[in-house]
């Protein structure tokens, strides 16, 4: 296992237009976050999974923010009619229960134009 | 809410030199802590973990300390390469949601020739 895989790592996006964004993680973890961070400033929280159920979603997480995480395993973020404030690192984490193992994917960083 | 917040914001410091990072946080009833790195552009990764009943963690040149009943916690660095130039994060785990993770907004390390 290589770790927390996130793809893609940088997009590009024009406003108004939907995207949608990929994470792996570690297999044997049952947690999986989505945080999203903003330039100088450490990362938020925006939902989370155990499992396949999502637990808990942020305030920052609009009408226009989805999570799935099918079957368990890897979970999409996808956002509808982007916005430039969407601009924004976008990291993915797993972890056992209890916030154990705690590990990070690289990021996806979106960029609205 | 919880707060956290890392003095200073930047620092830079010439190589050799042992330096110290600080992270507050304004509820204690918190599960754990934890210290992470992140590169420029990168991902985070996780450099030591404090569960709420300990004290601190040494890892090689790394040692944190808790002291929950005052919400602080310290990051030494002991024998500083310019290697360890990186933002240095600090997050905690609350004991009600023994998940998420929230972040203070980091301290800039670099560390020069």
């Known amino acids: 296992d290589t770790g927390v895989s996130q793809n893609p790592r940088h997009k590009i996006t024009k406003r108004g237009q939907n995207v949608t964004f990929r994470c792996d993680p570690i297999?044997?973890?049952?947690?999986l976050y989505w945080y999203r961070q903003t330039l100088g400033q450490g990362p938020e929280f925006l939902t989370y999974?155990?499992?396949?159920?999502?637990?808990?979603k942020s305030r920052l997480l609009s009408d226009r923010f989805s999570a799935e995480r099918p079957k368990g395993s890897f979970s999409t973020l996808e956002i509808q009619r982007t916005e430039q404030g969407d601009s924004a690192m976008y990291l993915c984490a797993s972890s056992l229960t209890g916030g154990y193992g705690y590990t990070f994917g690289s990021g996806t960083r979106l960029t609205v134009v | 809410k919880q707060e956290v917040t890392q003095i200073p914001a930047a620092l830079s410091v010439p190589e050799g030199e042992n330096l110290v990072l600080n992270c507050s946080f304004t509820?204690?009833?918190?599960?754990?802590l934890q210290w992470f790195r992140q590169d420029p552009g990168k991902g985070l990764t996780s450099l030591l973990l404090i569960q709420s009943s300990q004290r601190e963690q040494t890892s090689g040149r790394l040692n944190a300390s808790l002291d929950k009943s005052s919400g602080r916690s310290t990051l030494y660095i002991a024998a500083s390469q310019p290697g360890d130039s990186a933002t240095y994060l600090c997050?905690?785990?609350?004991?009600?949601?023994?998940?998420?993770?929230?972040f203070g907004t980091g301290t800039r390390l670099q560390v020069t020739l």
């Open positions: 999974f155990q499992n396949e159920a999502q637990l808990e």
């Open positions: 509820d204690s009833a918190i599960y754990n």
């Open positions: 297999s044997e973890h049952n947690r």
């Open positions: 997050a905690v785990i609350d004991t009600g949601t023994a998940s998420k993770l929230t």
